[in-house]
């Protein structure tokens, strides 16, 4: 009873801000890397949401910033004319196939690449892959598709030239044009530019399994493909689960595993839309090139909420099944 009592006293009180001062001018510098990184999210993150109101009034760029309060209330209008657009079922067609093949084939390819570099034993030779295949990160989509036009080019590309020469065609592929190569453009350059920046997640998943289980899985006689399969992927189990609910969340922007706006508007024309054209470029081209801003905005009011639902489905999926999850 005393030591409640004097743990309650004004001078406990005291001693107790003393001590969370001295705390805090001794971590000064993290709490100023916080601070600014609390600032940029309060004006490039949070602050544009009001911008969301224009998604529900009749906005015109010429009433400015302070249009977005006074706007006519037009209520679900452009949500509406969004679902009964002629293009809807081909713009969410085109969204949903690119993001889901994306999910099949480029969200396995950084665990597979990851696992085999693991098992390399020679360390220069490890480095010199990881690091070749992870620079294709930083380099921008539109230098991608630059790169992709010198080589895949009707005509001048190289892989045309090349085929021709060995006599695998006839003639030029489309590569770039035709409507049935998009979706294999698409996912093949988000393979090529995203594999190994994320492979670098895995590798670190990959490093934190104890070794002692792979000593004793050798003594015990088994292989390589049954220590992979025992010990590394219920060992990267929790980072893959976190992963792939962070991408299925994305799905409709593909973040995680190559930009699906970047991708369809940069390698997309007037020949391959039926299959390039999808829920953000749609948005874009009608909220910029049009100049209706409440339009585009109910677009992405939509998109936004169904990836917030898709986050917190398969994140509930995911600690069902597997007993791991995001939060």
Do not use: C
Not at 33 to 56: D, E, H, N, R
Not at 264 to 274: E, K, R, T, V, W
């Amino acid at each position: 009873m005393e030591l409640d009592t004097q743990l309650m006293s004004p001078a406990a009180g005291v001693g107790r801000r003393t001590q969370l001062w001295k705390r805090f001018k001794k971590q000064k510098v993290l709490h100023v890397f916080v601070g600014l990184g609390m600032i940029f999210l309060l004006i490039f993150s949070y602050t544009p949401m009001f911008g969301i109101l224009m998604a529900f009034k009749d906005y015109s760029i010429s009433n400015g910033i302070k249009g977005i309060f006074t706007s006519e209330w037009v209520g679900l209008r452009y949500f509406d004319e969004f679902i009964h657009d002629y293009q809807f079922a081909t713009i969410v067609r085109n969204t949903l196939v690119l993001s889901f093949l994306k999910v099949i084939f480029a969200f396995p390819a950084p665990i597979l690449l990851a696992i085999m570099l693991n098992e390399v034993k020679n360390m220069a030779f490890k480095r010199f892959v990881q690091t070749i295949s992870y620079l294709p990160h930083f380099i921008s989509w539109v230098v991608v598709v630059g790169v992709s036009y010198a080589f895949l080019s009707a005509d001048v590309g190289m892989v045309n030239r090349a085929l021709i020469e060995a006599g695998f065609i006839d003639k030029p592929l489309n590569i770039l044009t035709s409507p049935n190569y998009f979706w294999g453009l698409a996912v093949g350059s988000a393979i090529w530019k995203e594999m190994g920046w994320w492979t670098i997640i895995f590798l670190a998943a990959i490093t934190g399994i104890n070794p002692s289980l792979y000593e004793a899985a050798e003594i015990d006689g088994a292989g390589r493909l049954a220590r992979i399969r025992y010990i590394t992927l219920p060992g990267m189990k929790g980072t893959i689960v976190v992963v792939l609910v962070l991408t299925i969340g994305s799905i409709l922007g593909g973040g995680l595993v190559g930009s699906n706006f970047e991708q369809a508007y940069l390698f997309g024309n007037s020949i391959n839309n039926p299959t390039s054209e999808i829920v953000q470029t749609y948005a874009f081209k009608v909220g910029l090139s049009d100049g209706r801003f409440s339009y585009a905005a109910a677009i992405d009011l939509i998109q936004s909420v169904i990836s917030v639902v898709l986050i917190f489905s398969s994140n509930f999926i995911a600690k069902r099944v597997s007993g791991s999850s995001l939060f």
